[in-house]
């Protein structure tokens, strides 16, 4: 039988400081960028014996290269920056499978909010891993 054990670090409705999209005069532009990324990891790195950074995931790397990325020049897709997120958090071995979301707001006249998600699972996470190795 499969193990049901799972860990996960999540990242929720962090605004990047990004430039995405081309919009016409009349056209609506997005007040903000929203991520939420969610990062299946080990077990053993939040079941530890001794406290301390050496025993866990640090996350706090992976939101600076977020955050670089994100500041990284135009994209006119969100699905751009989300294909580099993932290479991002595919660089960290400790990454099994993870969850991202972009979401952009508003959509039109001052509501709404329009967003990509991308699930990648443990198969397709080594995949990419092995693309970015090439």
């Known amino acids: 039988m499969k193990s049901m054990n799972s860990a996960i670090i999540e990242l929720r409705d ?15 532009r997005p007040d903000c960028h929203i991520l939420d990324l969610t990062l299946g990891i080990s077990v053993e790195q939040v079941l530890i014996t001794q406290d301390g950074m050496a025993n866990v995931f640090d996350y706090d790397l992976l939101i600076l290269e977020i955050d670089r990325l994100a500041a990284d020049g135009h994209y006119e897709t969100q699905e751009r920056l989300i294909t580099r997120i993932a290479g991002a958090c595919a660089a960290h071995l400790s990454i099994k499978h993870m969850v991202i979301s972009l979401k952009k707001s508003p959509v039109r006249a001052g509501s709404g909010s329009l967003g990509v998600c991308l699930t990648l699972d443990e198969i397709t996470t080594d995949a990419l891993r092995l693309q970015l190795n090439r």
């Open 14 to 28: 962090l605004q990047l400081k990004t430039d995405i999209g081309t919009y016409g005069p009349m056209d609506t």
